[in-house]
């Protein structure tokens, strides 16, 4: 079974662009939640969906936006990237919510 | 806002010697999890170990144990015969057993562990 994939798994952007991330996790899964880590505020949560609805949110500003589709995969979007957005994005997912969580490896994003 | 320690950034321990991670949280819930989660140089998070906070019991899995001491909000997590394979950044993580913070994990800071052969 595969696991939890993302794409890119780098990516470098320049400030003022924005960027879009992919997600797809396990088959079967339905929840997606996203994480950033960066050295400076470690391992943050950035949102969660459950069946097409985002069902929590993190406090991040509302240039980070995500969505998931009908086959539960799940995209997020950061735009007019700022340096500080520099970071790990790393996807989970899960069979429901509470569930057990996979990670995927990430995407490692640099602004410049 | 629940929020979770480690006091430790680096720790490192002999091949096959015993260690222990140090964690403390700070949550006015009574019904949650906590969780041991390792990150390999390939950046993967592996979930280590689970402990319900409901349960009195310390969770186990093979090498490695925790410490839970419920009133203290202290999680430690125990390697027992470390191997090279054990080196890695470890995550504490606290997660609300409430539905609606369903997928939200809370993360300590880390601790890097390093093993000398």
């Known amino acids: 079974k595969a696991g939890v994939t993302q794409t890119p798994r780098y990516l470098i952007k320049t400030r003022g662009q924005q960027v879009t991330l992919s997600c797809s996790p396990i088959?079967?899964?339905?929840?997606v939640s996203w994480y950033q880590q960066t050295p400076g505020q470690g391992l943050q949560f950035l949102f969660e969906?459950?069946?097409?609805?985002?069902?929590n949110k993190g406090n991040f500003p509302g240039r980070f936006s995500g969505r998931q589709f009908s086959n539960s995969r799940s995209e997020m979007n950061v735009s007019t990237l700022e340096l500080g957005d520099s970071a790990l994005y790393l996807c989970?997912?899960?069979?429901?919510?509470?569930?057990?969580?996979?990670f995927g490896s990430g995407t490692q994003l640099s602004v410049l | 806002a629940q929020t979770v320690t480690q006091s430790q950034p680096e720790m490192s321990v002999q091949e096959a010697e015993t260690v222990t991670l140090s964690c403390t949280y700070d949550?006015?819930?009574?019904?949650?999890?906590l969780f041991w989660y390792k990150q390999p140089p390939s950046r993967q998070m592996i979930l280590v170990i689970r402990?319900?906070?409901?349960?009195?019991q310390n969770a186990t899995e093979n090498r490695f144990s925790v410490n839970f001491q419920k009133a203290a909000k202290s999680f430690s997590l125990k390697i027992s015969d470390s191997q090279l394979g054990d080196a890695a950044m470890y995550f504490c993580?606290?997660?609300?057993?409430?539905?609606?913070?369903?997928?939200?994990?809370?993360f300590g800071q880390g601790t890097r562990l390093t093993i000398n052969p």
């Open positions: 989970a997912s899960s069979r429901g919510r509470g569930e057990k969580l996979f």
């Open positions: 088959s079967g899964h339905r929840s």
């Open positions: 969906y459950f069946s097409e609805t985002q069902r």
């Open positions: 949550t006015s819930e009574s019904d949650y999890y």
């Open positions: 402990q319900e906070a409901y349960k009195q």
């Open positions: 993580a606290y997660r609300s057993a409430r539905i609606q913070g369903a997928q939200k994990l809370v």
